[in-house]
């Protein structure tokens, strides 16, 4: 069964960090584009990052530069999102895409063919 599995979600303080990995069963991520969505209580998905398999390049959310890195290991078929300075406003659920293609702007990547079921990051004291 073709899936994405998304995990290292929680609660955290304001300033912390997490990760977030995101694991792809039945299909290689070798040569797919991928990148992060994140959904807000009550709206709608918004992408906030994608790296594009041809040369790595990598493209954020404004509200994210400098904070987030998203990356990939092909050999463990995961993408990660490295979370750093979490914000009360980081407060989502996030979930990772893969296929499609990279934009540099919103929303980073487009056209995907597979979803992560998601996983909640709260940031609160």
């Known amino acids: 069964q073709e899936q994405l599995v998304d995990s290292g979600g929680g609660l955290v303080q304001p300033g912390g960090s997490l990760r977030l990995s995101c694991v792809a069963t039945g299909f290689s991520l070798e040569g797919q584009n991928v990148g992060w969505y994140r959904r807000f209580p009550g709206k709608t998905r918004e992408g906030i990052c994608s790296?594009?398999?041809?040369?790595?390049?990598?493209y954020y959310h404004d509200s994210v530069k400098g904070r987030f890195t998203i990356s990939r290991d092909n050999a463990k078929n995961t993408v990660y999102l490295q979370m750093d300075n979490l914000k009360p406003e980081d407060t989502a659920d996030y979930h990772c895409?893969?296929?499609?293609?990279?934009?540099?702007?919103?929303?980073?990547?487009?056209?995907?063919?597979?979803w992560g079921q998601g996983t909640q990051v709260t940031v609160s004291s």
């Open positions: 790296m594009d398999s041809r040369d790595d390049s990598k």
């Open positions: 895409a893969v296929g499609g293609f990279t934009r540099p702007t919103s929303p980073f990547l487009i056209g995907c063919d597979y």
